[in-house]
């Protein structure tokens, strides 16, 4: 969960000034003594220090509140969740157009920020379950709002705090401050993620055992916080006014040289399709578009890494709610591994400057397209890792036999009476079954036959049963014997030893009472649940007591991962016995397993996207490089697509096989992408115009007439 591509393209301003020669400020030391350090660049970082806060706070325990409030399926709440980064970074390109075009970066900021804030509000007040206010709509309204405005202002912030500073004079200072710019929001995501899942499961607001009203709200009155700050700087802000949509420009110059090629190709043949353009664009702008298309060109495969980096918030989340994150006197909540990447993210930085890079160096790697393939290689072997660490959780998980077989449970609830039983079930002929006990047969074939005999024996004074059951294909049927002694009786019901999908403890109560007793589960704060007969009692995470009328029979702190039977039996006017079964094992497979895997996407990470934007800004021409910037969003958004399409398709029932699908794409889109780093002809953007090779013949011929054209828009 590293800060995005706004945190990783810092040094790009540094870079691009004063046409790329903002090193040479050696003559200018003097001059920087004289200008003091912007004021207004502390508004600036306190904005995106909370706005941080905000978007990661919220986003951290997005799927959990999807799931397990508003009872999405985990293949949906993944669709939601990557259909809303989707649009986050779609609405970049829509930000920097509003900017660049019309309202300027500062106005920009403060209105999309308005929007932003009304989005976490309407998520907040959505989430508070006494309002009643149509939560699912007000969460998809909410979301969409955030992402317009967190979109809206990523591509504004951090060159605006570029504005702030003179150049060249101050170019170290400005080094200086994406320095703090990286830090405030790294540090704004580590808090936020460490802070809402503790409000969201151990805070408690309005008879809930949760707060998730206070998790949203939180994040909301920081981005409220935000905007306060980023406004009392107006007065020192420098505010330059918008410059034009180069992005529209690029644009109009693709589709005029393709109409060009349409109908020109043959009375006047060019070399390239853009240089029908020329003599409406001018040969500058024509050849900026040809080296931002060859770039582009590089960024065919790149989608498929985001794929894979963004379901840290939303497949490895769901991952560890069927991990175990019990250490003793404190619990890893599932949502917060997700800081495993910010923390990383800082001290692998270091490493690989220091120590990394200069042993890959030395084994010939040093050029910028090896590192963004190995990169996107890391990146596949941590979804290997995360398979296997899959596979391993699988067994824990308890799920329904396949087609062709049934799961079969028998349990006794009769006092004083132990049974021994007969059947023509296969390889279950014969067991005995004690009072309050239970027997399971997980895999019986029934392609064949479906009706088997139960014949049960009990000791003196118990009354004997014979039944005729039937289990049904692709399903658990589940018989308890009830009763008395005397005229006992064989129940059956449909059971569900799967695991909750939404994080809940399943918990069925099969109780043989003698008069009418409420049966209740109690909680410390959340309302009382009443189950009636074999029904199934999902319960949040919390402690519960299990009451049979005032009678406190059983205590249990519910967590996600249990599946859990109860057989108890009246044997006096207040008496009660039990005996409590797991249906499924419960969640054993501790959480820091997942560390492997996190740990070698975020050296993917560091090798793919900063060596990424750092090789494509230096490729790309001056004019270009806020193009590049939204078209390297525009990869994000593509990718997270990428992931809405595979989760809709269900294409596995085991989410192992998926992360295996995501590894194998990742490792044939790196072939693809070694195979275009090959072809790739590098280029300085810093050659002037005049020193390009000179046009063929056939170019100058198809140029004649046209003396040094001018740029012009329609």
Excluded at 18 to 46: M, R
Excluded at 71 to 82: K, M
Excluded at 381 to 391: D, K, Q, T, Y
Excluded at 510 to 515: M, V
Aim: proline share 5%; glycine share 6%.
């Amino acid at each position: 969960m590293s800060e995005e591509q706004q945190s990783k393209d810092l040094a790009i301003p540094e870079k691009s000034v004063d046409n790329g020669k903002a090193a040479e400020v050696t003559d200018t030391e003097g001059q920087q003594k004289k200008l003091p350090y912007p004021k207004s660049i502390a508004f600036i970082v306190g904005n995106e220090f909370c706005e941080r806060f905000n978007y990661y706070g919220m986003r951290t325990i997005l799927v959990i509140y999807l799931t397990r409030i508003l009872l999405y399926s985990q293949d949906t709440a993944t669709v939601i969740y990557h259909v809303f980064t989707m649009l986050v970074y779609l609405f970049c390109i829509l930000g920097a157009f509003i900017s660049d075009s019309w309202l300027g970066k500062f106005r920009t900021i403060v209105y999309l920020s308005i929007v932003y804030v009304i989005g976490s509000v309407v998520i907040s007040l959505g989430a508070i379950e006494p309002l009643n206010i149509a939560p699912v709509a007000m969460t998809i309204l909410g979301l969409c709002l955030i992402a317009l405005g967190s979109g809206g202002i990523k591509p504004c912030v951090a060159s605006f705090g570029g504005d702030q500073f003179k150049l060249p004079e101050q170019a170290a200072q400005m080094a200086t401050f994406f320095s703090i710019f990286y830090f405030s929001i790294n540090a704004g995501s580590l808090i936020s993620t460490t802070v809402t899942p503790i409000l969201r499961q151990d805070v408690h607001c309005f008879d809930n055992e949760h707060c998730y009203p206070l998790a949203f709200g939180v994040p909301a009155v920081l981005m409220i916080i935000a905007i306060v700050v980023f406004i009392v700087g107006r007065p020192m802000y420098v505010n330059k006014p918008p410059e034009g949509n180069t992005f529209a420009l690029v644009v109009k110059a693709i589709s005029n040289g393709i109409a060009g090629k349409c109908t020109q190709r043959k009375t006047n043949p060019q070399a390239h399709f853009l240089d029908y353009a020329v003599p409406k664009y001018g040969r500058q702008l024509v050849e900026d578009v040809k080296v931002l298309l060859r770039v582009l060109v590089l960024y065919i495969p790149i989608p498929i890494f985001w794929a894979l980096f963004d379901q840290q918030g939303s497949r490895w989340t769901f991952q560890a709610t069927m991990m175990n994150g019990n250490l003793g006197s404190v619990e890893i909540k599932p949502e917060q591994m997700q800081l495993a990447n910010p923390l990383l993210i800082l001290v692998l930085i270091p490493c690989y400057e220091y120590a990394f890079y200069p042993l890959l160096a030395k084994i010939g790697v040093s050029r910028p397209l090896q590192k963004l393939t190995i990169g996107g290689i890391l990146a596949g072997l941590a979804f290997v890792l995360s398979a296997l660490v899959e596979l391993t959780i699988v067994p824990t998980y308890g799920t329904l036999p396949s087609d062709g077989l049934s799961q079969f449970r028998i349990f006794n609830a009769v006092p004083n009476c132990n049974y021994a039983i007969k059947t023509n079930i296969p390889h279950h002929e014969e067991f005995n079954l004690d009072f309050l006990g239970y027997h399971e047969a997980l895999t019986v074939n029934i392609e064949k036959q479906k009706s088997f005999t139960l014949s049960a024996t009990g000791n003196a004074g118990c009354n004997p049963i014979s039944e005729n059951i039937e289990l049904k294909n692709h399903a658990a049927i589940s018989f308890y014997i009830t009763g008395n002694a005397n005229s006992p009786k064989l129940e059956s019901y449909q059971d569900d030893p799967e695991k909750s999908e939404q994080g809940f403890a399943m918990i069925r109560v099969l109780a043989n009472l003698n008069q009418n007793v409420k049966i209740i589960f109690k909680p410390q704060i959340n309302k009382e649940i009443e189950v009636n007969g074999t029904s199934l009692a999902e319960l949040q995470q919390a402690e519960y007591d299990l009451m049979f009328g005032d009678v406190k029979i059983w205590h249990h702190y519910a967590k996600p991962g249990d599946v859990i039977t109860i057989v108890a039996a009246q044997t006096g006017s207040a008496n009660y016995e039990f005996k409590e079964h797991r249906i499924a094992p419960e969640n054993s497979v501790n959480i820091f397993w997942q560390i492997p895997q996190y740990f070698v996407l975020t050296l993917g990470e560091v090798m793919f996207s900063v060596t990424g934007l750092e090789f494509s800004y230096s490729q790309a021409p001056l004019s270009m490089k806020a193009v590049l910037q939204a078209c390297w969003q525009l990869t994000i958004a593509i990718g997270n697509l990428i992931v809405v399409i595979i989760a809709e398709i269900e294409i596995f029932e085991n989410q192992a096989y998926e992360y295996f699908l995501f590894a194998g794409l990742m490792f044939i889109d790196m072939m693809l992408f070694m195979l275009l780093a090959m072809r790739y002809k590098s280029h300085d953007p810093n050659k002037p115009l005049d020193s390009l090779e000179p046009p063929t013949e056939e170019e100058e011929s198809g140029k004649k007439g046209i003396i040094n054209p001018t740029f012009h828009e329609d």
